[in-house]
């Protein structure tokens, strides 16, 4: 499976944007899809993550009630709507897909598929 990631750009703090994250196998639906950034000298982090069906989602404290993350499995494609930016969302971002089941699909190493990044850049 691949996967194209984009959406990214810059914005100021309060903004909002809205990545995409499009594959190119209808077995897509299959897989769980996990959104992740990656900040300048720091580490890669799980900020949400999507069941299969979409019925289940998980964010990292760090954008939780700002970020949603939602799934149109007919379009092969995962969103992660942004709002409320701030500063520290500035990083790379990137999709990624397992096989893994839900729940234990929370750190990178449970990740096959990973799309190449879009870059978010939020200004004060």
């Known amino acids: 499976v691949q996967l194209q990631a984009f959406g990214g750009g810059s914005v100021q703090a309060g903004g909002s944007l809205r990545l995409s994250c499009a594959a190119s196998?209808?077995?897509?639906?299959?897989?769980?899809v996990g959104w992740f950034r990656r900040a300048p000298g720091k580490e890669r982090e799980l900020v949400a993550r999507?069941?299969?069906?979409?019925?289940?989602?998980h964010y990292a404290d760090s954008v939780k009630g700002r970020f949603i993350v939602s799934r149109s499995n007919i379009k092969n494609t995962v969103y992660l709507q942004m709002s409320g930016l701030k500063p520290e969302d500035t990083a790379v971002y990137s999709c990624?897909?397992?096989?893994?089941?839900?729940?234990?699909?929370?750190?990178?190493?449970?990740?096959?598929?990973w799309g190449q990044g879009t870059e978010v850049t939020v200004s004060s």
């Open positions: 990624a897909a397992t096989s893994t089941i839900y729940t234990m699909a929370t750190t990178d190493h449970q990740y096959s598929y």
């Open positions: 196998e209808r077995t897509f639906s299959s897989l769980v």
């Open positions: 999507i069941s299969r069906n979409g019925a289940s989602t």
